[in-house]
Structure formats: C-alpha cells, structure tokens
C-alpha cells in the first residue's frame, strides 16, 4: 500500500526527525517497498494464535537506589550536551507543537 | 608462526608454560593492527598503551601464580557498541561521536575480571543496522581478502579484526544476523547464543528483544571460552534467563547426531557457489557420522518480514533516547521540537532514519493491529515450527547468507535487497535459539559459511558439532 507523501511528512513529525523534500520522497519509495514485502504477514492466519511474549522473568527486581562510583557520575555528567554545575541545561519545554 | 596468529588455546598454552608472555603476544596483535588498520578500518580505536600495561600486569599476575581466569593476558577486540568504562563509544553513529561510556557492559565487566586484555573498539554499521558495515558514519570495513568487498555486518570491523588476526577474539552483537553473516564473509567463526543466555546490560540497544551479544572465534574451543567468560544472569538484565550455565561438552564424532536440512531453505535465491560448498560440507558431517535427512521449516520468507517488522518498531523506541537533552548531540532550536528534529536528522543516518520512520508507521494508531500485532502471533508460528523442527533433528543446517561478499555499494541503493542478506539468519532471532556460522570453503576465492542451529541453551552441543568438523574437513 502507497504512502501519500503527506503521510511521510506527519510520521517524519511523529518521530522528531526533520526531512527535507527530496528525503520525503525517497522514503515515499523506500517505505513502499519494504511495506510491499511485509504485506505478506498478512496473508498467514493467525486465528486463536496468541502473540509472542519475551521470555522474560515475571517478578521485577527491586528498584533500589544504589551508588554510583565517582568516575560513573563524572561521566554521565560530562555527557551532558549542556550543564550548569551538575544540572543539566534544556531548551525550555512550554512551546507550542510543531502545527499546532 | 606469528603471535597473534595463535588461537586462545594455543595462548594459553603457551602462556601457562613460560614460552611467550601476554606483552609480546599483545604487542603482535598491535603491530598488525598498525600495518593493516588504515586499508581496512577494522578498528575506530586502539587502546595501544592500555593494551600494554594490562598484559604487563596480567605477565606479573602470572609469575605471581595467582591468574584470574582462562582470558588472562589474552587480547581481545569490542564492537563500539559495548561499553567500556571511560571510553568513547559511538556505536557507529555521528549522534554519539563524542560520548563516553559512563559504566561497563556486563560482558566488558566479566571479561576485564578474567583479565582479558582490550585492545579497541572495531567499526560496525550505525547502531547495528546493516548487513555490510557500509553504514557506519566512520566509513567502511573493508574485506581482508578484496578491499573493493564488504566484511558484511554489522558487526564487521570485529569480523576483519580476527579474520586478520589483528586479535585473538572478538565480540559483536546480533539482532537479526550481525555476528553469523560478517563471520561467514570473512571466514571466521561467529556464534549468536540462545537469547537471555548474554545479559545486554552495557550493550547500546537496538531491537531488545532480539539483541544478544556474542563471540567472533578462530575455533569452536576458542568460542567456547569466550562465551563461557560472557554468560550468565544477571540482576541488571530481567532477559536474561535462570539456566543451568554454559560448559562445553566435546564429543569424538558426529555418531547419533542428526542434521535437518530444511527444504523451504535450499530454494532459489542462493549463490551457485555456496550451495556447493555448503553441500561439501554436509557430505563431510555425514562422512563423520552425522544422520542428514530433509526438514519442513515453514515461514522463512515470513520469519524475514516479522524480523522487518519487529525490529524497526523496537529501534523507533528505543532511539527516542536521542533526542538531544541528556547525552550526544544537540542542535539546539526553538521550539524544543526543532531541537528534537534537526539533532535526529543531523545525527543518524539515513539507514537508521529509515527504519525509525518504519517502525513509526508500524506502531501508529490504525496500523499497530495489522503490522505489530500479527507479526508477533507470527513470530509465535515461527517458534513452534522451530520447535517442531528440533524435536526431529537436533541440528538445522544451511548456508550462512545466500551470497559471498559482494561489492561495496552494490546494495545500498535498495534497502530491500540488503535486508535479503539475513534471510537464512533472521528466524533464529525470532525463535532465540542458538546459532553458529563456520567457515566451510570459498566460492571463487571468497569464504562460505555454514549456519547451524540448535535447540535453546544447547550451545555445547552446537559447538561440539562443529569443533568434530573442524577437526574432520
């Protein structure tokens, strides 16, 4: 199934990715293919099959605050794309949407 | 014979009787890797004075009697997605090019304990997404035996690495291939293990419930002691799985051992040369015991599309994480969406963007049913007929990749292609069992894998398989 290339454009926003026009066209072609060959997922019948799930355990580990050593919280704060002594510095959050 | 073409069990060896120590040995592989690294880009770093000083210390461990396990002293490689303390890790991509790894990965952990020796970390696709190592924003890998070819991926640079000795082992990770196709380019051995088997604490995710991290190997013995370091549960990674641990179990012959080749993957599709060095190969384990018989293996096309489905939707969650405000790059814009959008497009490339945007529309309100959903019931499909498989043979049995290496940029202009490299690889993910590629020849000049599989957390049998092989081919 095609992809309109307004579609591309609201899932390019969706995923916080800016694309120029020549990008939103080459995904329009690309989107479409690998979409082609997935289709045929649909054609298998899965009636009364259940969904995989992760064969992860059940029981969560606790979450418990625990000590970092120094050279840990050095780093993590040295990763910081921008800080203010040990904060970490953002753009301001109360903008409007893109479109809105 | 050089040094650093010696296998671990060879090192060892000579290791333990005084005839080499961990320095001279560390120094070999340094030394090749300072000839060959700048016509392959196997290694995005090399840690040279570290290397040194941790096989200094390992020798005087040694002469002290007290070594801290079977890796010390012995030089390894890392993919630059496994987090080695207060080293750069970039994962392949420009959005991380100056971060540091604040803790170590598990299995980085584990192997520093037993005194493994790092040498570097090795080039990959960006964030594990790629079949070639074409997709790294550091450049290509190049093959060792064709600079024009690809060393598959995306665990590429770890796969040249060994292949050229540059090291004595190496680890990668595997989503849907990424360790068995660039071993089975390069010549080498890979092994994805049965998933939960690897914690994936300290590996940079890419599809999490598929990811499994795993050794590049001169030989099965060798493998064996890199994943016996690796495994294990662990606290910080609710995958991994309350097994009985890993402890290779060797046998003499292939006697009892009975091989599936499945029909639905011996079809079309698949390069002249490497159906007949695979069949070469089949012809070998039957010779040394093995009972070969044809299997039904449904759902290889549609193990490929579950993959396509899967993965993307887990990497568009799990790189929301990059969006400029705690760590990598930030190109800073109001409003903050601009922020967002320009530091991801800027950031990741256009491999990554395309399956972000993918797994995007997957997960998006109206197709989260159709696409999501059914590939998970079937994935369940897919599992059972493993199962089903397994309960018949105990191995499975075809070609690594349905080609040789193939030129650099001969599949990247069409994604679809590219994605048909992990076609004989993928469903192994998506059932998480145990799978290995071993070289079994060469198809005009290049090297042929062979892709075992086996049943879940039967790793020693897998590799007792091969090593009967390797000592019978």
């Not at chain 1, 591309?8 to 082609?36: F, H, M, P, S, W």
């Not at chain 1, 040990?86 to 903008?95: C, M």
């Not at chain 2, 994605?419 to 799978?435: K, Q, R, S």
Request: aromatic share 6%; net charge negative.
């Amino acid at each position: 199934m095609a992809l309109s290339s307004e579609e591309v454009r609201q899932l390019a926003d969706l995923a916080r990715l800016e694309l120029d026009e020549n990008e939103v066209t080459a995904a329009e072609k690309d989107l479409d293919k690998i979409l082609g060959f997935v289709d045929r997922l649909k054609k298998v019948e899965t009636q009364g099959v259940e969904p995989a799930s992760m064969p992860a355990r059940t029981e969560w580990r606790q979450d418990i605050a625990q000590p970092v050593d120094e050279l840990a919280r050095e780093t993590i704060l040295a990763n910081f794309p921008a800080r203010s002594g040990d904060l970490l510095k953002a753009p301001g959050v109360f903008e409007k949407p893109k479109g809105k | 014979m050089q040094l650093n073409e010696l296998t671990i069990a060879e090192a060892r060896k000579k290791l333990d009787a005084g005839e080499i120590s961990a320095k001279d040995l560390t120094q070999a592989c340094l030394d090749q890797i300072r000839s060959l690294n700048g016509a392959l880009n196997a290694f995005l770093e090399v840690y040279t004075d570290e290397a040194l000083a941790a096989a200094k210390k390992s020798d005087a461990r040694r002469a002290d009697g007290n070594i801290l396990g079977p890796l010390d002293g012995i030089p390894l490689a890392l993919k630059d997605n496994l987090m080695d303390q207060g080293k750069r890790i970039t994962a392949g991509s420009k959005i991380l090019a100056n971060h540091i790894a604040a803790y170590d990965a598990t299995a980085v952990r584990k192997l520093k304990e037993q005194g493994a020796v790092i040498l570097g970390r090795t080039n990959m696709d960006e964030f594990a997404m790629g079949s070639s190592t074409e997709h790294s924003a550091y450049g290509p890998t190049r093959h060792p035996r064709d600079s024009e070819r690809v060393p598959g991926g995306s665990s590429g640079g770890s796969a040249v690495a060994l292949a050229t000795n540059m090291c004595l082992g190496a680890f990668g990770s595997d989503t849907g291939g990424s360790i068995r196709q660039p071993a089975a380019f390069c010549g080498v051995l890979g092994l994805k293990p049965t998933y939960g088997r690897v914690s994936r604490s300290g590996l940079i995710a890419m599809a999490s419930s598929l990811d499994q991290i795993g050794p590049f190997a001169k030989t099965a013995e060798d493998a064996a002691s890199l994943l016996s370091a690796i495994q294990g549960n662990d606290p910080a990674d609710q995958t991994t799985a309350q097994q009985e641990p890993f402890v290779p179990a060797w046998t003499e012959n292939l006697t009892g051992v009975k091989i599936g080749l499945p029909r639905q993957a011996w079809g079309e599709g698949m390069q002249e040369g490497v159906r007949s060095a695979v069949q070469t190969a089949v012809q070998v384990m039957e010779k040394l015991g093995a009972q070969i018989s044809e299997v039904d293996l449904p759902y290889v096309d549609e193990a490929l599309a579950v993959y396509y489905v899967l993965m993307p939707c887990e990497v568009s969650a799990n790189l929301a994480r990059f969006d400029g405000m705690r760590y990598g790059l930030r190109l800073e814009n109001l409003p903050i969406f601009e922020t967002y959008a320009k530091t991801r497009a800027t950031g990741f490339g256009p491999e990554v963007r395309r399956r972000i945007m993918l797994g995007t529309y997957a997960l998006s309100r109206g197709y989260y049913e159709a696409y999501y959903v059914q590939a998970k019931k079937v994935q369940t499909l897919i599992r059972r007929a493993y199962d089903n498989a397994l309960q018949k043979v105990d191995l499975l049995l075809t070609p690594t990749a349905p080609t040789t290496a193939f030129k650099i940029g001969e599949k990247t202009a069409d994604p679809l292609t590219m994605y048909l490299e992990d076609i004989f690889t993928v469903g192994v993910n998506v059932a998480g069992l145990p799978a290995v590629s071993v070289p079994c020849g060469t198809a005009e000049a290049l090297p042929v894998g062979m892709h075992l599989t086996g049943r879940a957390f039967c790793e020693a049998e897998l590799l007792a398989a091969v090593r009967v092989y390797e000592q019978g081919s």
